[in-house]
């Protein structure tokens, strides 16, 4: 099954890889081709740096996220890189620019970024970063990314970060740049991507979503975005079973038809993009992936086709 089409289902969906997790390095390209391979468009790789004390034994402390996607770039050729989530404070925007322009020259124009704030005061504090500022920051750093990739000279001042005239190399294989997907829950982080990003990317269940979809739209349409950025759901685990689950199953974990159901449901209220996560072994996350590919999308297609 091709991914091109897939779009007809109203929305794109990616895997969430969970690296850290699988048994092996090549666990990690195995899922990675195989992702590929099924369909999927993009393949998602998250970050946590530490957790502070004894983390619990489910502690997501993720691989290096650019790190992972730099290992499958090469093995793949066709599905899109992105980071879900890279604490954009944490980062001197110029060596982030950097590695994510090379990344992209890398992989022929493969990547997206997803940023955000995080949540961890402890991570903030042993980073250096003032936690407190960690939103004034993060807008301000995505306007300097900007300007390194899209300037001739780029040159920048702000309170965070200043610099330039300079001259920068490689820029982006993409123009203007690579598109910049705003993770998190709040307000301030809807609004951040309707002020700065090219997608909003929360991690809501259904209800949340419904309403979030709302305010999201209309703040775009009052900010002057249209059409708005680009709606995604964050984080979505997907558990598909051959019969039916009960009444009180998540979204996303069921039968096909069940799942298909909770995936159209988010399509309604404008989601464009999944990202998908299994917290399995990689053979379990493959044959999720090949379920999801094999007999939820095509559920999606014969819904969306015209009668």
Same mark, same amino acid.
Not at 18 to 45: F, I, K
């Given at each position: 099954?091709?991914?091109?089409?897939?779009?007809?289902?109203?929305?794109?969906?990616g895997?969430?890889?969970?690296a850290?997790?699988?048994?092996?390095?090549?666990?990690?390209?195995d899922?990675?081709?195989?992702?590929?391979?099924?369909?999927?468009?993009?393949?998602?790789?998250?970050?946590?740096?530490?957790?502070?004390?004894?983390?619990?034994?489910d502690?997501?402390? !993720?691989? !290096?996220?650019?790190?992972?996607?730099?290992?499958?770039?090469?093995?793949?050729?066709?599905?899109?890189?992105?980071?879900?989530?890279?604490?954009?404070?944490?980062?001197?925007?110029?060596?982030?620019?950097?590695?994510?322009?090379?990344? !992209?020259?890398?992989?022929?124009?493969?990547?997206?970024?997803?940023?955000?704030?995080?949540?961890?005061?402890?991570?903030?504090?042993?980073?250096?970063?003032?936690?407190a500022?960690?939103g004034?920051?993060?807008?301000?750093?995505?306007?300097?990314?900007?300007?390194?990739?899209?300037?001739?000279?780029?040159?920048?001042r702000?309170?965070?970060?200043?610099?330039?005239?300079?001259?920068?190399?490689?820029?982006?294989?993409?123009?203007?740049?690579?598109?910049?997907?705003?993770?998190?829950?709040?307000?301030?982080?809807?609004?951040?991507?309707?002020?700065?990003? !090219?997608?909003?990317?929360?991690?809501?269940?259904?209800?949340?979503?419904?309403?979030?979809?709302?305010?999201?739209?209309?703040?775009?349409?009052?900010?002057?975005?249209?059409?708005?950025?680009l709606?995604?759901v964050?984080?979505?685990?997907?558990q598909?079973?051959?019969?039916?689950?009960?009444?009180?199953?998540q979204p996303?974990?069921?039968?096909?038809?069940?799942?298909?159901?909770?995936?159209?449901?988010?399509?309604?209220?404008?989601?464009?993009?999944?990202?998908?996560?299994?917290?399995?072994?990689a053979?379990?996350?493959?044959?999720?992936m090949?379920r999801?590919?094999?007999?939820?999308?095509?559920?999606?297609?014969?819904?969306a086709?015209?009668r």
């Amino acid at each position: 099954m091709k991914s091109a089409g897939w779009s007809a289902t109203g929305a794109t969906y990616g895997v969430y890889l969970l690296a850290h997790r699988l048994r092996s390095t090549q666990a990690v390209v195995d899922v990675a081709t195989a992702a590929e391979a099924l369909g999927y468009e993009y393949l998602w790789a998250g970050e946590r740096v530490f957790y502070p004390g004894q983390a619990p034994p489910d502690a997501p402390i !993720d691989f !290096d996220a650019s790190t992972v996607l730099s290992y499958v770039a090469g093995r793949t050729s066709r599905i899109r890189l992105g980071t879900s989530t890279i604490i954009l404070p944490y980062r001197n925007p110029i060596l982030l620019a950097k590695a994510v322009a090379t990344l !992209d020259q890398l992989s022929g124009g493969r990547v997206t970024l997803g940023v955000g704030v995080g949540s961890l005061k402890e991570e903030y504090e042993s980073l250096g970063v003032r936690f407190a500022q960690r939103g004034v920051i993060c807008d301000e750093y995505i306007g300097a990314l900007k300007e390194i990739w899209t300037s001739e000279q780029p040159q920048f001042r702000g309170r965070f970060c200043s610099f330039g005239p300079l001259t920068f190399s490689p820029k982006p294989v993409q123009k203007p740049h690579p598109p910049i997907w705003v993770a998190g829950n709040s307000e301030r982080a809807m609004k951040r991507a309707v002020e700065f990003g !090219d997608a909003w990317q929360p991690e809501l269940d259904l209800p949340q979503m419904e309403v979030a979809a709302h305010r999201f739209f209309d703040l775009s349409a009052a900010k002057g975005r249209l059409p708005p950025p680009l709606l995604a759901v964050g984080s979505r685990r997907i558990q598909i079973t051959d019969t039916d689950a009960s009444p009180e199953r998540q979204p996303l974990q069921g039968s096909p038809e069940q799942v298909a159901a909770d995936v159209r449901r988010y399509i309604e209220v404008g989601v464009r993009h999944f990202v998908l996560w299994v917290p399995a072994g990689a053979g379990d996350v493959v044959d999720q992936m090949q379920r999801f590919a094999e007999r939820v999308i095509p559920l999606l297609l014969a819904s969306a086709s015209p009668r």
